[in-house]
């Protein structure tokens, strides 16, 4: 693949700015194309679906951000020269094409195509159905950006195909697949996992734990909770399960105390049998699948843990590997939490609502991996190479 300058793909950049800006009205009439054909009662997809006035200046920050951003392609990892006389040079190198496969969010069609423009990869745009209209939309500015200096529009395609036709396409691509990057569900994931030839990076379930230690400060605790369950439920970083650690003091108040808040902020509350001995009108958790569910919706569940170890081991069993909070104001112990919790992102007294790359200093991000090759967490910029090493020698041969 021929490597753009930084130039050039800066430029492209600035010109999708300006039509980002130019063409405000026009996307939000095609995302109500979109909204209105829109017949589903999942709220959170509906809430990914909308675009707003907000929400094109957000787009528009995304790409003046990756602008700015160092070009992360063709950087010196390790340069070095061996007794042999080979010099061998490591560099970031593009992946090459990637597919990225979302359902609703149109923003996610500039945030993607942003980062893997830069770093110089062709990008595959398999959007959901219900955001066709913005899609295209933003596809085709997209197309004007590139054309505007010459550049091939097949550096990014926007995948229209039903399932059948997108396992197919899995299978049997008509063109090289370097990477592929499903966001969504464990149905999305377990369908390309299947289907797919090529490296896919999983882009996983939320189930975001939060733990509340015997030394946790309780006012913050509750401040905490509220953000990081109410704040944005559409989102991954969404809070879905709390522990609570038996031994605080006044458990039963608190208990008492956190469901009446919850419930006073329209969250349904589910209990673990321990908890239930104190909430008794609140509904039980009957079925151990419910633990590991991801739920996009005003819904938690409460558990009692009797120590620390037992909610690490609770997390690492049932989290989507996501995101996770102690809060505690006792260090030793939020080490040890932070270090042995298998999550991509751990937090200590934070909200897991900060689980973004724009808010824990990324940037844009193609996803939040919860893989661990060849990157966990935010996908940002330089994250979207791999390497290549380059070797110089003189007639040298091995013997």
């Known amino acids: 693949m021929e490597l753009l300058s930084t130039t050039i793909k800066n430029n492209v950049l600035q010109s ?140 990014i395609q926007l995948l229209q195909m039903n399932r059948q036709e997108t396992q197919e396409f899995l299978k049997n691509p008509t063109e090289s697949l370097d990477l592929i990057v499903p966001r969504g569900g464990e149905q999305l994931i377990k369908f390309v996992k299947e289907h797919a030839n090529c490296a896919v990076l999983v882009s996983g379930r939320g189930n975001n734990f939060l733990y509340v230690d015997t030394e946790a400060d309780w006012k913050k605790t509750i401040e905490v909770i509220l953000n990081a369950k109410t704040d944005k439920i559409s989102a991954c970083n969404a809070l879905d399960k709390i522990l609570i650690n038996e031994n605080i003091s006044d458990y039963k108040g608190k208990l008492h105390i956190l469901n009446d808040i919850l419930k006073q902020n329209k969250v349904k509350v589910l209990v673990d049998e321990n908890t239930k001995k104190v909430l008794s009108e609140a509904p039980l958790v009957e079925d151990d699948a419910v633990w590991y569910q991801e739920f996009l919706e005003m819904k938690c569940c409460v558990g009692t843990v009797a120590s620390i170890t037992e909610a690490i081991i609770a997390i690492n069993e049932y989290s989507g590997g996501h995101s996770a909070t102690i809060m505690t104001d006792d260090d030793t112990k939020a080490k040890t939490f932070m270090e042995q919790v298998d999550c991509a992102v751990v937090y200590q007294n934070a909200s897991t609502r900060f689980t973004d790359g724009g808010q824990i200093g990324v940037g844009a991000e193609l996803a939040i991996s919860t893989d661990k090759l060849h990157h966990r967490g935010p996908l940002g910029l330089k994250e979207l190479v791999t390497n290549k090493y380059y070797v110089y020698g003189d007639g040298h041969v091995r013997v």
């Open 16 to 155: 999708m700015i300006k039509l980002l800006q130019n063409n405000q009205d026009a996307l939000l009439e095609a995302n109500k194309k979109d909204v209105d054909a829109f017949n589903s009662e999942d709220q959170a997809m509906y809430d990914r679906l909308i675009i707003n006035e907000k929400k094109i200046k957000g787009m528009v920050t995304a790409v003046e951000e990756v602008l700015q951003q160092e070009d992360p392609v063709n950087q010196i990892i390790s340069s070095n020269t061996l007794n042999s006389g080979l010099k061998v040079v490591n560099k970031t190198a593009p992946f090459g094409t990637i597919m990225i496969i979302y359902e609703s969010r149109p923003d996610v069609t500039v945030e993607a195509t942003v980062l893997a423009f830069k770093a110089n990869n062709k990008i595959l745009l398999k959007g959901g159905k219900e955001a066709v209209h913005s899609n295209k939309a933003i596809v085709a500015l997209w197309h004007k950006a590139l054309e505007a200096h010459n550049l091939s529009t097949d550096y």
